[in-house]
């Protein structure tokens, strides 16, 4: 018969959530809705080219004093002068090493990286209307065949992925002293080229390319499963789930889901989009997933500002909830 664990805490998978704010009323109401992990960014009170030492301490012990942990930091900025290889590189990277040993040394175990270059996380539309008229962001790829070129004009492919060797060899043995993994965010949107500028990480064949051209237990990947979703050589999430969860290269999951693949999608609710989360959930209970998972990119619903799309709270509570659901129908074992 089917049997499930009297306690979800006993699952290995953890839900973690990005708040928008860390006040102690919003930390308090991740804990009451199952969270156990927070992921955030830089502490409001830091600044400066190095991220440093104890203001990231002082943000894992006010997180820790809401019985919840501080497991994963999106993200350490690399600059364009680093992925581009211009002057002042060297010292981009010194600094970017830097902050990486302090927030080893805070104990903070996990960073959310990419290298997306000039700019970052992009869509043309933030208020499209989705299930009952939630606002939902959108990508058409059409739209953006007349957008200009950056201040950087024409970037190539292979100038992103010789900057990136050397990023990755310079960084990677700071963040196995410092215990720091580095779990490699992928281009959002996973189509190349926008602006002019090449968008290296968008397919599964780039991660494996990432993960042989550095190999260090430390080098691996947030498995952004809408990106994933979107990706044209991706016909099948949970079985890239499987290969790379397989080799201990996930070490994050952005939990979410689009409606088409690549030139055009629109963000969905967790539980309607095409890929099937339960089977996701099932893989990453296959391959003994033992790290954090955060709701991504979720509807602003009724009631909400939509100051900050894809991010407002009532959607990742629905998606913690549905998430949580998975999980436990992931954990039931047939006897």
């Known amino acids: 018969m089917d049997t499930i664990p009297e306690k979800l805490e006993n699952v290995a998978m953890r839900i973690a959530l ?4 860390l006040d102690d009323g919003t930390l308090r109401l991740a804990a009451q809705i199952g969270v156990s992990d927070i992921v955030t960014g830089r502490p409001t009170e830091d600044s ?53 040993a302090n927030m080893g040394a805070a104990g903070i175990p996990i960073l959310c990286y990419n290298f997306m270059t ?7 539309s933030l208020a499209d209307r989705g299930r009952g008229g939630a606002l939902v962001s ?17 970037v190539g492919e292979e100038r992103l992925w010789q900057n990136f060797e050397v990023f990755l060899k310079r960084v990677l043995p700071v963040a196995e002293q410092a215990g720091v993994k580095l779990a490699l965010h992928p281009d959002d949107p996973p189509i190349s080229p926008i602006r002019g500028i090449a968008r290296i990480m968008r397919s599964a064949a780039a991660f494996r390319r990432v993960i042989e051209m550095a190999p260090s237990p430390n080098n691996g990947l947030t498995f952004c499963q809408g990106n994933f979703a979107a990706m044209r050589d991706v016909p099948d999430v949970p079985a890239a789930i499987r290969e790379f969860g397989a080799k201990e290269k996930v070490f994050f999951v952005h939990f979410r889901d689009v409606s088409n693949k690549v030139p055009d999608f629109d963000e969905v609710f967790h539980d309607e989009g095409p890929t099937d989360m339960l089977a996701c ?31 407002m709270l009532l959607g990742k509570i629905y998606a913690v909830g549905y998430m949580r659901g998975l999980i436990q129908a992931a954990s039931r074992t047939t006897k």
């Not at 990005?18 to 704010?21: E, F, H, K, N, R």
């Not at 010292?91 to 090493?97: A, S, Y």
């Not at 790829?141 to 950056?150: G, R, S």
């Open 18 to 21: 990005l708040p928008m704010s």
């Open 48 to 100: 400066g080219p190095v991220w440093d030492f104890l203001p990231l301490l002082r943000l894992r012990q006010r997180i820790e004093a809401a019985g919840l942990r501080l497991s994963v930091i999106e993200s350490i900025p690399i600059s364009d002068r680093i992925k581009l290889g211009l002057p002042g590189r060297d010292e981009d990277i010194v600094h970017f090493c830097e902050s990486l």
């Open 118 to 124: 000039a700019f970052g996380w992009l869509r043309t």
């Open 138 to 154: 959108s990508y058409r790829h059409e739209l953006m065949a007349n957008a200009p070129l950056t201040e950087y004009g024409e």
């Open 281 to 311: 959930m099932r893989v990453w209970r296959d391959v003994g997933f033992a790290g954090p998972l955060r709701p991504d990119h979720a509807p602003t619903l009724e009631g909400e500002s939509n100051e900050h799309p894809g991010y």
